[in-house]
């Protein structure tokens, strides 16, 4: 069973950094494409990046390109978003999500299974 825990959202100031980690004790990640989207209010759930477990490939969102970097630990099965020059537009409700597919995807629906999410809030 998947079970995808994120951790490491909080509240930073315009300009600062955060890194979100998201983990599952029960499964590997090898094999699959993990992924990070988000949720503002009021919003539909957007991509965020992506990396597959296979090549390492990653894929990011205009709007986040050049500021994040999603990187995937296989040996530990954690997944990780480093997120610097932190915008209030990035404030949302942040999900680790997994699809069972090496393909990358830009596309949450094709993501199976989902993380509870984690707050990240910027304030100016």
């Known amino acids: 069973q998947v079970q995808l825990v994120e951790s490491g959202g909080g509240l930073v100031q315009v300009g600062g950094s955060l890194r979100l980690s998201c983990a599952d004790s029960g499964r590997t990640f090898s094999g699959n494409t993990m992924g990070w989207l988000r949720q503002a209010p009021g919003k539909e759930r957007e991509f965020v990046a992506a990396i597959s477990s296979i090549n390492g490939n990653t894929h990011y969102s205009d709007s986040v390109k050049g500021r994040f970097t999603v990187s995937l630990n296989n040996a530990k099965n954690t997944l990780y978003l480093q997120m610097n020059t932190l915008k209030p537009e990035d404030t949302a409700v942040y999900y680790c999500?997994?699809?069972?597919?090496?393909?990358?995807?830009?596309?949450?629906?094709?993501?199976?299974?989902w993380g509870q999410g984690t707050q990240v809030t910027v304030s100016s």
């Open positions: 999500a997994l699809r069972s597919s090496p393909v990358v995807t830009t596309k949450p629906p094709l993501f199976n299974y």
